[in-house]
């Protein structure tokens, strides 16, 4: 932006200098300093289109790559969750995450409460029989993660591709616990530089920057968290097609 209010300032004083020059340079000289000076108008007017036209190519290829980078994003995640609700835990293995699509049957349960006797209680009341509620979970069936979560695709198999961008690229998958609390929790990025390899790279470097409601903040495209209990992603509505 600044560039661009630069070029137009020097248009505008170019156009005043054109003026002046009507008015009190003699008439011999005029046609050739015209000529220079709308040249030069003429080449910075050029150069202005082209700031603000390259800025909107780059807007325009950038949501396009970060469309496909968000949706593999939410495969990594939704194959996340379903990892976790069978192992207790997330993994920073795209080899057993890509196995586990493949292979993997998550229960689907349902929970009821049922009254038993509570013997020691029982005993410290002389004999009362005293009930307690027990919480029981019952497997009711299976389904295949496969079938239910990629509907029979198979891009599970290339879902740590970032797919965009700078080529044969990969997500950074990390996994672990929350320190203070034992909690298992994800995360799976990868740098905006990488998605938008091959564009001006000044641009890059001020979309690394952005932290706006309606945009991808800060330098990643992420999903997940190490530093606490979050399996969103940083990107607004308008770039998932699946959520």
């Known amino acids: 932006m600044k560039v661009i209010i ?40 050029y150069m202005t289109f082209n700031s603000v036209y390259d800025e909107i190519k780059f807007n325009q290829v950038k949501e396009e790559r970060f469309k ?26 795209f080899d057993k995450l890509i196995n586990f699509a493949e292979n993997g049957q998550v229960p689907i349960t349902q929970r009821r409460d049922t009254l038993v006797l509570d013997e020691e209680r ?14 029981l979970i019952d497997t009711l069936s299976f389904y295949s993660v496969k079938d239910s979560i990629f509907e029979g695709d ?25 320190d203070d609390d034992n909690i298992p929790v994800f995360e799976a990025s990868v740098d905006k ?19 706006s409601v309606d945009g991808v903040n800060g330098p990643k495209l992420m999903v997940g968290s190490m530093e606490e209990v979050f399996t969103k992603g940083n990107w607004p509505k308008s770039y998932a097609k699946k959520e």
Not at 122 to 135: N, R, S, Y
């Open 6 to 45: 630069a070029i137009v300032v020097i248009i505008l004083l170019t156009v005043g200098i054109v003026w002046l020059i009507d008015k009190y340079v003699p008439k011999k000289m005029k046609p050739i300093i015209h000529l220079v000076l709308w040249a030069i108008i003429i080449v910075l007017g």
């Open 193 to 211: 530089a990488i998605v938008l390899d091959g564009l001006d790279k000044y641009l890059i470097q001020k979309e690394k920057q952005v932290m």
């Open 154 to 178: 198979t891009r599970y198999k290339t879902m740590m591709n970032v797919g965009v961008g700078k080529e044969g690229a990969k997500f950074d998958l990390k996994a672990g616990k929350l």
């Open 122 to 135: 029982t005993k410290a009341f002389g004999g009362v029989e005293t009930f307690k509620t027990l919480t």
């Open 68 to 93: 496909v980078v968000v949706d593999r994003l939410i495969d990594i995640r939704d194959a996340e969750l379903a990892y976790k609700e069978v192992h207790g835990e997330y993994t920073d293995s």
